[in-house]
């Protein structure tokens, strides 16, 4: 595997249902960042991760959960979502913990409809 | 606050005709950082350039060239001689040069959705 990854590419769930998104990168970067893209909204950055620390949260709702273990890999736990939380969801990996102007390099995302 | 414009939000051209996106963009910071990325349907964003805000010369890769004009807060991306894999949507991004540690923050446009007629 090369780049980053995302599992599952497709994910229907329920109101009431709690699943979990998977990235995996595979660059040796030191940052991952969660983002979500609606129909017709710019990309709305979530969560940001440095060395596995959390660094930002783009005030997200406690429904949706990250986790990083460790810097190759980041979680979107989900639990108890809405219809409007139906999106794209998109996680990106970059170099330079901290740096400015760092290239950030995207998964295929996940496409998650809740019904 | 910055700030990035896309107004195109469709194109389509006929196949081997040239096309260019416009992207301007706003900011208070003197370094700053633009970036062009791909989104074609398969749903990833690939990256295809990142320049910084001391470097105006205009660069080309291929078929694929970019204008950078700080006079006008412009960074247009203009494809030549396009392809029908160049359909995609195509997102300009801006980050600015003052880092606060873990705060890289990459402000999107909305996209410019690019369909190639054959």
């Known amino acids: 595997e090369t780049g980053v990854t995302q599992t599952p590419r497709h994910l229907v769930m329920g109101m009431t249902n709690k699943k979990s998104l998977k990235c995996e990168q595979h660059?040796?970067?030191?940052?991952m960042y969660w983002y979500k893209q609606s129909a017709k909204k710019p990309l709305e950055l979530m969560f940001v991760?440095?060395?596995?620390?959390?660094?930002e949260n783009n005030s997200v709702p406690s429904r949706f959960s990250p986790e990083c273990p460790n810097s190759s890999h980041l979680f979107l736990h989900l639990h108890t979502l809405q219809p409007e939380d139906s999106a794209l969801y998109l996680c990106?990996?970059?170099?330079?913990?901290?740096?400015?102007?760092?290239?950030?390099?995207f998964g295929p995302g996940t496409r998650l409809t809740v019904l | 606050a910055q700030k990035v414009t896309q107004a195109q939000t469709e194109i389509s051209v006929v196949e081997k005709e040239d096309v260019t996106l416009d992207c301007v963009y706003e900011?208070?910071?003197?370094?700053?950082?633009l970036f062009w990325y791909k989104q074609p349907p398969s749903g990833e964003l690939v990256f295809l350039i990142r320049?910084?805000?001391?470097?105006?010369q205009n660069e080309i890769s291929g078929r694929y060239s970019w204008n950078f004009q700080k006079s006008t807060s412009s960074f247009n991306f203009t494809i030549t001689a396009s392809q029908v894999v160049d359909s995609a949507v195509y997102f300009c991004?801006?980050?600015?040069?003052?880092?606060?540690?873990?705060?890289?923050?990459?402000?999107f446009g909305t996209g410019t959705r690019l369909t190639i007629i054959p």
């Open positions: 990106a990996s970059s170099q330079l913990a901290g740096s400015a102007g760092d290239t950030q390099y």
């Open positions: 660059l040796g970067h030191n940052a």
């Open positions: 991760y440095n060395f596995k620390e959390q660094t």
């Open positions: 900011t208070r910071d003197t370094t700053y950082y």
């Open positions: 320049r910084n805000s001391f470097d105006e």
């Open positions: 991004a801006l980050s600015e040069g003052v880092s606060n540690f873990g705060n890289e923050k990459l402000t």
